[in-house]
């Protein structure tokens, strides 16, 4: 089971950093994804990891602004948030597939089998 968790209400130009922690089972090997989802819209790919952590991927509208990575010891895969625009608002997701590499398919929420709750992202402007 995923716990996505370190959401909440800032204001624009602000940081944020969202965790999601694996309880029950370990994903240290598993690539990691997050992705969010806006009001009214469908969910869309923010940022991968593969399993070891040596590649990630990042969708254009978070690039230079979100850092993805994992602590593999805490069993962990955080979502370093800066520079925090209200278009970012939205309830963000993690997710993990079996497999450890990412690739254009793992831009899919189609590529995950397990995925979190949700936390909820809020930004003023």
């Known amino acids: 089971q995923l716990q996505a968790s370190g959401g909440g209400l800032v204001q624009a130009g602000d940081s944020l950093r969202l965790s999601c922690v694996a309880s029950?089972?370990?994903?240290?090997?598993?690539?990691v994804g997050w992705f969010r989802q806006g009001p009214g819209k469908e969910r869309v790919f923010v940022a991968g990891i593969s399993g070891g952590g040596e590649s990630t991927d990042y969708a254009d509208f978070v690039k230079g602004r979100f850092t993805i990575s994992r602590d593999i010891a805490k069993n962990t895969v955080y979502l370093q948030m800066n520079s925090l625009r209200p278009e970012d608002a939205a309830v963000y997701y993690c997710a993990h597939r079996t497999l450890g590499i990412i690739d254009s398919y793992t831009r899919r929420a189609a590529a995950y089998r397990y995925w979190g709750q949700g936390t909820l992202v809020t930004v003023s402007s």
């Open positions: 029950g089972r370990t994903f240290s090997s598993s690539a």
